[in-house]
């Protein structure tokens, strides 16, 4: 039995080590608020990192993720380059909302309906809020599923070394 959970364990490190370094796919569908349709090819900073965060308007650990980031935003952009957009997973029933909602946070993130949840699959999100971190190489090189007060330090730190061209 013991074997059985240490070989689960292994299996499980190494689909982590696999996800990391992994690239967005790039041919997946989305909108934009304004209902044009892009394909996930679109999410690019020039070289810099981007922080991806699939969220929702009725999860509300997202929206105290995405309004925590918010205070802090401009002064993390102006010190990393760092890009952060917002993937909503809202279906065609709340999808109209969105756009409401971010307005009314007075986001200023890139922000995108993934309304099939056709993207959110392909990153096997399961869970909202899930934040990933993307060098400037387009890579997947960090990931978190959650989002508890002060969470904000840690994921300002992470893309300051990536950033900097340091491994996280």
Request: charged share 25%.
């Amino acid at each position: 039995m013991k074997k059985f959970f240490l070989m689960i364990a292994a299996t499980m490190l190494v689909g982590v080590a696999a996800a990391q370094n992994a690239k967005i796919p790039e041919n997946i569908t989305i909108k934009t608020l304004d209902g044009k349709t892009v394909e996930t090819s679109v999410i690019k900073n020039d070289g810099k990192p981007i922080i991806l965060s699939f969220w929702a308007t009725w999860c509300k650990p997202c929206n105290r993720e995405l309004n925590t980031i918010k205070e802090v935003y401009e002064e993390w952009q102006e010190e990393t380059g760092v890009k952060l957009v917002a993937i909503s997973i809202d279906d065609s029933k709340s999808a109209a909302r969105v756009k409401p909602h971010v307005d009314g946070n007075e986001w200023e993130y890139e922000v995108y309906l993934d309304q099939n949840q056709d993207f959110k699959r392909a990153m096997n999100v399961v869970n909202v809020p899930h934040t990933f971190i993307i060098n400037g190489e387009g890579e997947i090189v960090w990931q978190h599923t959650s989002f508890v007060e002060g969470g904000e330090e840690e994921l300002i730190e992470l893309v300051r070394k990536v950033a900097n061209g340091e491994e996280i």
